[in-house]
């Protein structure tokens, strides 16, 4: 199991670092997109920043991650090449997947992230299937599965749970709840909105915790991680969050309520992040900034470079296509 970090400067730096580079690129993102240089859909992870940048600094490098189509966070803070993950949105060959899974797809199996998925709930199963792969191979790992909250009323979730439970394997279910399944808003979709308890009919325990700051969601991750490896048995973490757009990023979001969005633009990761620093670490707003202007210049630098890489040529595409 992952040993416990100490709370300090340096482990709460990297928090930040890794919060502020996941909004960042999520922000060149959408301005490529609105460019053109993106195909298909875009959905960005802004505002979910502190459940990928706890959960997974919580895990050890060898145990294993499916993610969703809200996916670049998890990836970014599972320690994804910016070049490789700008690449794959661009439809560069030297992306993850050859520029051919695009935004929604984006894997790593080298790295142990079995891939983001645009099939909602998808994930759930393909996580199912490396632990029980864990179990047989008798190896000290974990999988951790992200899913959201429109994904926990898909069947494959439940089935999910129910194999986890009956085959007893280390899955760590970390449900975002972002409160809206498209624009549906969750008080609309099931009549018991605390999405944790979904585990107890399957005998699985869970808890709810506040999805925006960062070392909470550390914390129980690294204790709950640490339960289903020792016990061999799954867990749920519900993460309460908020996103800071529509669905998607042509979605305009409309239907958000006002009240909610000043709630949590008010309670933004980054600014709980912030206050971590400042009051836990004694940072100074002006170490603060540097941090963010560091980041600022790691992601340009990614960026050109990624835009100066070739997609894959017509002949390589058919071949792939012949091979496959």
């Known amino acids: 199991m992952a040993k416990k970090k100490t709370i300090n400067k340096d482990f709460l730096i990297s928090l930040y670092s890794t919060m502020i580079k996941i909004r960042k690129f999520e922000e060149e993102g959408t301005k490529l997109y609105r460019q053109g240089h993106i195909r298909g859909y875009f959905h960005p992870y802004w505002g979910q920043e502190a459940i990928a940048s706890g959960i997974l600094s919580a895990m050890n490098k060898d145990d294993y991650v499916t993610s969703t189509h809200r996916g670049h966070g998890h990836c970014l803070a599972w320690g994804a090449d910016l070049v490789r993950m700008f690449s794959e949105l661009l439809g560069r060959e030297d992306g993850y997947c050859k520029g051919l899974g695009g935004s929604m797809h984006i894997a790593d199996y080298t790295k142990n992230n079995l891939g983001a998925n645009g099939i909602v709930g998808s994930c759930v199963p393909i996580a199912v299937g490396a632990a029980l792969g864990i179990k047989i191979r008798d190896e000290n790992k974990v999988v951790t599965t992200f899913v959201s909250d429109g994904g926990c009323n898909i069947g494959s979730f439940l089935e999910g749970l129910n194999l986890a439970s009956a085959w007893k394997l280390p899955v ?39 999805g925006n700051d960062v070392l909470e969601v550390y914390e129980t991750a690294n204790k709950y991680i640490d339960y289903c490896g020792k016990n061999s048995y799954p867990y749920i973490i519900e993460c309460l969050t908020f996103r800071k757009s529509g669905h998607h990023i ?6 958000l309520p006002e009240d909610k969005v000043n709630f949590y633009r008010n309670n933004d990761p980054l600014n709980i992040g912030k206050k971590h620093l400042t009051k836990l670490a004694g940072l100074s707003d002006e170490e603060i900034n540097n941090i963010e202007q560091e980041t600022d210049k790691v992601i340009e630098e990614a960026l050109k470079v990624a835009l100066d890489k070739p997609e894959m040529e017509a002949k390589d595409f058919l071949r792939l296509v012949d091979e496959y």
């Open 250 to 255: 042509n979605d305009p979001g409309t239907y």
């Open 172 to 210: 760590l279910f970390v449900i975002e709840n972002n409160q809206y399944a498209v624009s549906t808003p969750i008080e609309s979709s099931t009549g018991e909105t605390d999405l944790f308890k979904r585990g107890l009919s399957f005998g699985i325990e869970g808890i709810r915790i506040n």
